[in-house]
């Protein structure tokens, strides 16, 4: 399953029979777990600066920006909010598209904030039609258009490019949520001209959970440093961004998850960025490929689809959770159901982090047989068969 354990030299000291295979948090590789165990450092310190400084400026061409990347405790939905606390006046209005679980915690966070949303509602498994985004965005002076980037609920990309072309000559941010994509799907802040994006540890950064990550154009920056905005203090970019400026964090930084981060970017650039996406695209085809001859169809019917999360409708007259829970029971392997609307009907799969053709082949075996037993007619093999072509 993790890394180490394919390296011919090294084989685990402990058998990886605890399989997890949920779109994340994921499996963190032993390198990165051993940098999380190092002594704490003086997080004011030489040796601290040192690393905090060489993981951002590492976290910068992943997320396609020269822009400041601010690291901080907390999870995804941490910084989703000091994405809009930062941008939002109360009574502003945001235009939020709404296609799956994420693009709701958005709309419920800015309802929290007293903002007004207009909420772009599109069937889940679809994305939003560019035409429509482009008549919505000329009926109001929108503060923000949010939209995901890989809604993990649903295995839907969101089209960031061209959200960008339209909010580009307006004063309308492009504000992103990239928690599951980044650093398993190409993703190029300043040049598609997102204004925020925010993104966590957990999913294909290979980290443990606990570090949220956001970084903010220029024109971003302009709306964050207004005197205007909410009241606001420990995701208070204005803060954040002091105490960037001198090479620290604002407040105690996880100095562990970072030195945890700084092992799982050094693997990511010893692959090769390119690499990584490219194995990401390999083993999403090779289990949907292997999914689709075990009679599971993909959920998402949009064009642009996630390579780091896989979503499967669960075939007629069988039960999605019980499906979960047989594959844990039996194989100590470990998916997602849905946990909204969708209850029972799905499954899902992360296919992120150091992830192998391997793992996806054993995926599909344990699902074969946890299916079989529930008594889906499959012919033997076929899933197996259909990913090791697809690869
Ligand atoms: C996993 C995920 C999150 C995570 O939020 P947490 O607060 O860390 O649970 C946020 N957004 C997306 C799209 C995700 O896939």
Not at 75 to 94: D, F, K, W, Y
Not at 140 to 154: F, G, I, Q
Not at 326 to 334: F, M, N, P
């Amino acid at each position: 399953m993790s890394a180490e354990s394919r390296l011919p030299n090294s084989p685990p000291v402990v058998a990886d029979t605890y399989r997890l295979r949920l779109p994340g948090p994921i499996a963190v590789p032993e390198r990165v777990r051993l940098a999380v165990a190092r002594p704490i450092l003086n997080h004011r310190g030489p040796e601290f600066r040192d690393i905090w400084a060489r993981t951002i400026a590492k976290m910068q061409p992943i997320i396609g920006t020269k822009q400041p990347v601010h690291i901080f405790a907390t999870s995804g939905t941490g910084v989703m909010e000091a994405a809009l606390l930062n941008i939002v006046a109360p009574g502003e209005r945001l235009l939020i598209v709404c296609n799956g679980q994420w693009g709701e915690r958005f709309s419920t966070i800015a309802k929290a904030l007293n903002a007004v949303v207009d909420p772009i509602d599109v069937p889940w498994g679809q994305t939003v039609d560019p035409a429509v985004l482009e008549i919505k965005l000329k009926t109001h002076d929108y503060r923000a258009l949010v939209l995901v980037h890989n809604e993990s609920s649903t295995g839907v990309i969101g089209d960031l490019k061209t959200a960008g072309q339209l909010v580009k000559n307006t004063p309308t941010l492009l504000v992103t949520d990239s928690v599951s994509g980044l650093a398993g799907m190409d993703f190029q802040m300043d040049a598609w001209g997102v204004d925020i994006v925010v993104a966590g540890s957990q999913k294909a950064l290979m980290c443990p959970p606990g570090l949220g990550f956001l970084a903010a154009s220029e024109k971003a920056w302009g709306v964050i440093r207004r005197d205007s905005g909410m009241p606001r203090f420990y995701f208070d970019l204005r803060r954040t961004r002091d105490a960037y400026d001198k090479g620290e964090s604002t407040f105690t930084p996880a100095v562990s998850l970072v030195q945890g981060l700084d092992a799982a970017l050094d693997m990511i650039n010893e692959e090769g960025l390119a690499n990584v996406l490219a194995r990401h695209v390999r083993v999403s085809r090779g289990l949907k490929a292997g999914a689709a001859a075990m009679g599971l169809a993909n959920f998402a019917t949009a064009k642009m689809q996630s390579n780091t999360v896989a979503c499967f409708h669960v075939p007629e007259g069988l039960d999605g959770t019980k499906i979960v829970r047989r594959l844990y029971d039996k194989h100590r392997t470990v998916i997602a159901g849905a946990r909204n609307r969708l209850q029972g009907k799905m499954i899902r799969l992360g296919t992120m982090g150091a992830i192998s053709e391997a793992d996806i082949l054993t995926d599909i075996l344990h699902i074969e047989d946890v299916l079989a037993e529930m008594g889906h007619k499959l012919p033997k093999g076929a899933g197996v068969a259909a990913a090791a072509k697809a690869f």
